[in-house]
Structures are given as structure tokens and as C-alpha cells.
């Protein structure tokens, strides 16, 4: 759904409050804190029951990522549409304008809805590109006490290794990483992607091995190689150039601290690009997720 859906279907907290007590409960509160449906709905105060069972009062929002938060639920539906449709990812500074909030409040807000991003898929089957690259910031935007020496954009010293398998027309994978060795590579691969699948790779040497589990295709990309029939790894490159520029984009980009959750929020929206019901999994996917804002 685009914002202006969002905006007309959710117009104001209280729509909000219902849906996502739709959304998790199917309408029948359920107390978060020892699971009873016995609740009374408490007149002095909406949208907060009184639990007869264990006798602590609730809404809705306990035990999400919206727990305890000061900002209206509507800047929080309306934040999470804007993330869910950026291809190429939203700066906080451009989150905060659009949702009028400060941005430090729309990047915890981000890692927030980050959180229910992460994904627990399936095996990726079928015809697999596999690669690996390096993302980090460039020598001379970093403090002069955190550059390298001698490190003028070539090495990798003060990059991050990620890898990654995709699925052709299907899901992604990926990973920060300690490094792209053999070891690393393997084993990622052999908990990501199904036995007797096809895996398309390019010539790095840490891949060698790999036709022991799957079919193992080589693009000769030194040879100036780029596709060969069915042989190319063209999907998962766009994968990366997209995750690049995005993390390029970022404000609080200052160390890989952040890596993991960027790529989880890349893979997710990569996955989830033609399911119409995005915006409730997200939701759905809230619950019982700690939140920052206790
Ligand atoms: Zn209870």
C-alpha cells in the first residue's frame, strides 16, 4: 500500500490501536503477560483492558515494537509504509521530514521496525547466484583517530565482507560476515540453500568445493566473462549495488555496528516485493519484540 492508502485507511491513533488489535488478536484481547482471554475492558481509559486473571492492565502495544512509545501509533504506520516501499532504503533525515519528527526519534524508530524484519526462511532451491562483496565508508568522511593508515580505498582493511545467495525470481540471503574464506562461504551456503541445488559463482577460489553439495557453475568474470547462457550472477550483484547505495544514504553510517539490521532490512524488502499483506506481517511480526523506548 502506498502513504496516501495508508493515511485514508488509518486516519488517526485510535484506527491504528484497531487494526493492530485486529491484526494480532483477531479482536479478542488476549492478555500479554499470562496469556488469559478473561479481561474486562477498563471504562476510564480506551483501548486498555483489565485482565482478570492476573489482574494487570493492558493494550495493545505491550510486548511490541510500539511499546511504550510517546509518538502517535499513526507516524509509526505512516514511518513504516515509507520504509517498506523505499527500494533503495530511507535516510533517518528524510524519515524525520517526512514524518515530522526529530532524527534521532525516526532512526530508533527504524531500528525499531528493523527488528521485525528479520527474516526465518526457507532454503533457497532451484537455480542459486552466490557472492560475496565489501561495504564501508570512505577513508576521508571517518574522524582522522578512526582512519587507517595507508588505506586509500583499495584495501579492504576497513571494510565490511558480506555474502549472500539469491534465489532467481525468488528470496535472498545475505550476512555480514568475518571474512569471505572458504570456510565462511561453505558453511553459509550449506545452511542457506537446499542440497542438489544449482549454485552460479564467479572464480574466487574459496567457492572450489562447492559441487560436492550442489551443481557449481563458474562465471569467468577475470576473462572478462559476464554471462554464459544460464551462467551469470547479474541478480545478486543488483541485490548489492542496491544494499550499497542505501547504506551510502545513511546518516548514522559510522561502523559496521549497523550492518546486520541495513541487510536485514534489504533482504526483507527483496523478499517481500510482491506480497500485498507486507504491511500486516510487519506488524504482525512486532509482537513480542522488545522495545527500545521502556
Ligand atoms: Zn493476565
Redesign the pocket.
Known amino acids: 500500500m502506498n502513504l496516501i492508502q495508508i493515511y485514508k485507511q488509518f486516519p488517526t491513533h485510535e484506527a491504528c490501536i484497531n487494526h493492530l488489535e485486529k491484526v494480532r488478536w483477531d479482536n479478542k484481547p488476549k ?6 482471554d478473561r ?1 474486562t475492558p477498563l471504562k476510564e481509559k480506551q483501548k486498555r483492558y483489565h ?6 492492565s ?1 493494550s495493545v502495544t505491550v510486548d511490541t515494537i510500539f511499546h511504550n512509545t510517546k509518538l502517535d501509533l499513526q507516524k509509526w504506520f505512516l514511518a513504516l509504509t515509507l520504509i517498506l516501499n523505499a527500494k533503495k532504503g530511507i535516510s533517518s533525515r528524510q524519515l524525520a521530514r517526512d514524518i515530522e519528527t526529530r532524527p534521532n526519534t525516526a532512526w530508533r524508530m527504524q531500528m525499531q521496525v528493523r527488528k521485525a524484519m528479520i527474516e526465518q526462511g526457507d532454503l533457497l532451491e532451484g537455480i542459486i547466484e552466490a557472492d560475496e562483496t565489501f561495504v564501508g565508508g570512505k577513508e576521508k568522511n571517518k574522524h582522522k583517530n578512526k582512519r587507517t593508515p595507508n588505506n586509500q580505498g583499495r584495501s579492504n582493511k576497513t571494510k565490511q565482507p558480506v555474502i549472500g545467495a539469491i534465489q532467481r525470481d525468488g528470496k535472498v540471503v545475505a550476512r555480514k560476515a568475518k571474512g569471505t574464506d572458504g570456510r565462511t562461504l561453505k558453511s553459509f551456503l550449506n545452511t542457506n540453500v537446499k542440497k542438489g541445488s544449482t549454485i552460479m559463482t564467479d572464480e574466487w577460489q574459496a567457492y572450489r568445493g562447492l559441487s560436492k553439495n550442489f551443481e557449481h557453475y563458474v562465471i569467468k568474470h577475470n576473462a572478462g566473462e559476464y554471462v554464459n547462457g544460464d551462467i551469470y550472477t547479474n541478480s545478486i550483484e543488483n541485490f548489492w549495488s542496491l544494499l550499497k547505495r542505501g547504506i551510502t544514504g545513511q546518516y548514522h553510517w559510522l561502523s559496521s555496528k549497523y550492518l546486520g539490521k541495513y541487510i536485514d532490512e534489504f533482504c526483507f524488502r527483496h523478499n517481500h516485493r510482491n506480497n500485498e499483506k507486507v504491511f500486516d506481517l510487519v506488524l504482525l511480526k512486532s509482537v513480542n519484540l522488545r522495545s527500545n523506548y521502556e
Open positions: 492478555c500479554p503477560y499470562c496469556k488469559s479481561n485482565c482478570n486473571n492476573c489482574n494487570t493492558f
